[in-house]
């Protein structure tokens, strides 16, 4: 639909001619707030969040205190149906599947994500208003999951609603801003919060944003070894 190209076409993934609506595959984008632990919020003084959307694949760096005031300093990996942790960047992996259902719709929570399954939808894709907001709903067909985004005036992202794993996932953007970058014409909102079934998942004060790093995300043999 227009509707999704204008979007996409709002927040810098829309470009050329003809118009090619997937041109961020990767972001990086570092934060500081708080994030969802073992029963209260663990607080995040730097958080790096690597980002590819086609594989699908995130790579979190957690840095800052625990709620119960032990220092947090994780790294935390899925790429397609795989999870791990590892001990620094691309070593000293451990497995953890269990986390794939939770860390896999995080992707969706951003602007770019959530605009990624509208866009695979293809023409399943619909278009609506939700309180005066033009809303796209979708579901990609190859991860399942219902996105619902909500617009503001220019077309941007403002929410996202994600129906994943039995949960609702929920995100707001806000502030975005284009000068993450030189002269470029991707945008990347500066405040961004996340929900889950209503609770609070994390807030993020963006203070850095990359369009299409090189990130990559080899499966460990380790990994791959204890999933068969």
Do not use: C
């Amino acid at each position: 639909p227009k509707e999704v190209r204008d979007a996409a076409e709002a927040i810098g993934m829309g470009r050329n001619k003809p118009l090619g609506v997937k041109n961020v595959i990767t972001i990086m984008f570092s934060a500081e707030g708080t994030l969802a632990g073992q029963g209260s919020a663990d607080k995040l003084s730097k958080a790096d969040f690597h980002i590819n959307y086609v594989v699908p694949a995130m790579r979190m760096f957690l840095n800052g205190t625990r709620a119960d005031g032990k220092p947090l300093a994780e790294i935390r990996v899925f790429a397609d149906t795989w999870a791990w942790n590892e001990a620094k960047e691309g070593t000293g992996a451990t497995p953890a599947m269990a986390a794939l259902a939770e860390r896999a719709p995080l992707i969706k929570l951003t602007p770019f994500g959530a605009l990624w399954s509208i866009i695979e939808a293809e023409g399943h894709a619909k278009v609506g208003t939700l309180a005066g907001k033009m809303t796209l709903t979708g579901t990609s067909p190859y991860d399942r999951m219902e996105v619902t985004l909500a617009l503001d005036n220019k077309q941007r992202p403002e929410s996202a609603t994600v129906k994943a794993n039995g949960h609702v996932y929920g995100a707001t953007f806000a502030d975005y801003r284009d000068n993450w970058e030189p002269a470029y014409l991707v945008i990347f909102p500066s405040e961004i919060h996340w929900t889950k079934d209503n609770r609070p998942l994390a807030d993020l004060k963006v203070t850095a944003f990359k369009s299409n790093p090189y990130v990559v995300f080899p499966v460990p043999e380790a990994v791959r070894q204890k999933s068969n």
